[in-house]
């Protein structure tokens, strides 16, 4: 059975809006713990926002990790009911995405999501996450768009690992209590 991953940035007060913010506190181990997660899963699971920003910069991006090609090269699923096509290797979900999803797991694909916090709340009340892998910064923003929307499904969590960079960096892995 596959799994999906979401993997997110976070401030102390639950923004994921335009991570900018995260440079500041970017270190070897944060950046290895992203590469990890990429090369780890076989496909991205992205919203329409998400997609399109990504498709937008990841083309020309280089790096000497590797992880710019990754991305480049990783298939990419794309939940949109109002994107009408897809380039730069994806596929578009635009009906019944629920169960193509968990099509997609009955087959072992490890799926990763970045961003698109509307379809995370949505995956989270089909409860199709098996793991949320959350980066919380120490940073206030007080305003910004928050990763969980008010009237998100209650769901509890188990905590799996956590460790904290050298930059104060909280990562944290979490599971639904199933």
Do not use: C
């Amino acid at each position: 059975m596959g799994k999906l991953t979401v993997s997110m940035y976070i401030t102390l007060d639950g923004v994921m809006e335009e991570p900018s913010w995260t440079a500041a506190y970017w270190d070897d181990e944060l950046a290895q713990f992203q590469l990890d997660q990429l090369y780890g899963n076989d496909a991205l699971l992205l919203g329409r926002v998400t997609y399109e920003g990504f498709a937008a910069a990841w083309p020309t991006a280089e790096d000497e990790h590797g992880f710019a090609d990754r991305m480049n090269e990783i298939p990419k699923y794309v939940v949109s009911t109002t994107l009408k096509r897809t380039e730069w290797n994806a596929r578009l979900i635009n009906q019944d995405f629920a169960e193509e999803i968990k099509r997609l797991k009955k087959t072992g694909q490890r799926l990763l999501v970045y961003g698109s916090a509307e379809l995370i709340d949505t995956l989270i009340e089909y409860d199709l996450v098996d793991e949320l892998h959350l980066m919380t910064f120490p940073l206030l923003l007080g305003e910004g768009k928050k990763l969980f929307r008010d009237g998100v499904s209650p769901t509890a969590f188990k905590l799996l690992k956590s460790f904290s960079t050298d930059q104060g960096v909280l990562i944290a892995n979490y599971a639904p209590e199933r």
